[in-house]
């Protein structure tokens, strides 16, 4: 079972924004800094956000990250067709000494 | 650019063993934390283990502690889990992933995985 809550799913119409949330503990997003990654269909995931709110090189400034507290929050605006997929938030958890990712957002485009 | 491509896959019976190993190249392999993650079938990312540059700090998921082993050799630039005792649960594609460093939240670059099978 994952230690990091997530919508199953949310969906927005193309141009539109959506928010997809995270939500943990003080042992992992409290006090680690959260990473977001975006799965493709058929596809490795792809590190789409790192630190709370850095992009890595390539990822377009439409893809947003914030953190507050134990929860922290993914932005996508301008939707287009191309961002469906599975969204992950991930973080290290202190108590447990492990990895641990949310349950994964399918984000549609209507 | 950073390669990552993981082999050894494949259909094995319950209680049985097999070998996964990442290949790298294209950046200082000694440099950096290596992980596994798995996904199930249709389910969402686990985190399996983490291997610290030098081999220092190692740690292991619950549900795999005592029966997956992970190492690696800088030398040959290459990563690796030893499973022994598989369940039908560890079935899943296998990701070799990187990070800067042990214990960091940022998975970097992942490879393309590989398939597990432990049948019922």
């Known amino acids: 079972q994952s230690v990091l809550t997530q919508p199953p799913s949310v969906s927005a119409a193309p141009r539109q924004k959506v928010t997809v949330s995270c939500s943990g503990s003080?042992?992992?997003?409290?006090?680690?800094?959260v990473s977001w990654y975006q799965q493709l269909p058929g596809t490795a995931p792809k590190l789409l956000i790192y630190e709370n709110n850095k992009r890595p090189s390539g990822i377009p400034d439409r893809f947003s990250g914030s953190k507050s507290g134990t929860s922290a929050t993914l932005g996508i605006t301008g939707l287009r067709t191309g961002d469906e997929a599975d969204y992950y938030c991930g973080t290290w958890d202190t108590s447990l000494s492990a990895y641990v990712f949310g349950t994964g957002t399918k984000v549609t485009v209507l | 650019e950073v390669q990552l491509v993981e082999s050894g896959g494949g259909l094995v019976e319950p209680g049985g063993s097999l070998r996964l190993s990442c290949t790298t190249s294209g950046f200082t392999f000694s440099s950096y934390t290596m992980n596994w993650v798995r996904q199930a079938p249709g389910k969402g990312l686990e985190w399996v283990s983490s291997?610290?540059?030098?081999?220092?700090?190692?740690y292991y998921a619950d549900s795999v502690k005592g029966r997956f082993t992970i190492s690696r050799d800088n030398a040959r630039n290459s990563l690796y889990l030893q499973m022994n005792s598989l369940r039908v649960e560890d079935t899943a594609v296998y990701f070799c992933?990187?990070?800067?460093?042990?214990?960091?939240?940022?998975?970097?670059?992942w490879g393309q995985g590989t398939l597990v099978t432990v049948p019922s």
């Open positions: 003080s042992s992992n997003i409290g006090n680690n800094y």
């Open positions: 291997i610290s540059d030098s081999s220092g700090y190692i």
């Open positions: 992933v990187r990070a800067p460093y042990s214990r960091s939240s940022d998975l970097t670059h």
